[in-house]
Nanobody, 125 residues
Framework: QVQLVESGGGLVQAGGSLRLSCAAS????????MGWFRQAPGKEREFVAA????????YYADSVKGRFTISRDNAKNTVYLQMNSLKPEDTAVYYC??????????????????WGQGTLVTVSS
């Protein structure tokens, strides 16, 4: 089983950038598709981005397409979320998640194998 720890959240002005990191424990990181989700106050959790096990394919929610980039470094057991042109509506707790099936993340908008504890991103106007 993999364990996940996010970092990199914080307070940023609208139009700014942040990079989130998600460090995974265990030797089987490359066996998992990875995703980022977020949950804003009073709202349901939503899918943000996903990446295949090799990193060769990425998927994004329409709301972040063109502004966010997901990537991974399997040698470092880490997945990243580069967030540019941030908007106040991007304010949320961001979670990384792992699943052996990409479809669970991209289609079902869920992950069954592991979740991180979340990192708060606040975008001020």
């Amino acid at each position: 089983q993999v364990q996940l720890v996010e970092s990199g959240g914080g307070l940023v002005q609208a139009g700014g950038s942040l990079r989130l990191s998600c460090a995974a424990s265990g030797r089987t990181f490359s066996s998992y598709a990875m995703g980022w989700f977020r949950q804003a106050p009073g709202k349901e959790r939503e899918f943000v981005a996903a990446i295949t096990r090799s990193g060769g394919n990425t998927y994004y929610a329409d709301s972040v397409k063109g502004r966010f980039t997901i990537s991974r470094d399997n040698a470092k057991n880490t997945v990243y979320l580069q967030m540019n042109s941030l908007k106040p509506e991007d304010t949320a707790v961001y979670y990384c998640a792992a699943d052996r099936s990409l479809g669970t993340i991209v289609i079902k908008k869920n992950a069954l194998d592991a979740w991180g504890q979340g990192t708060l991103v606040t975008v001020s106007s």
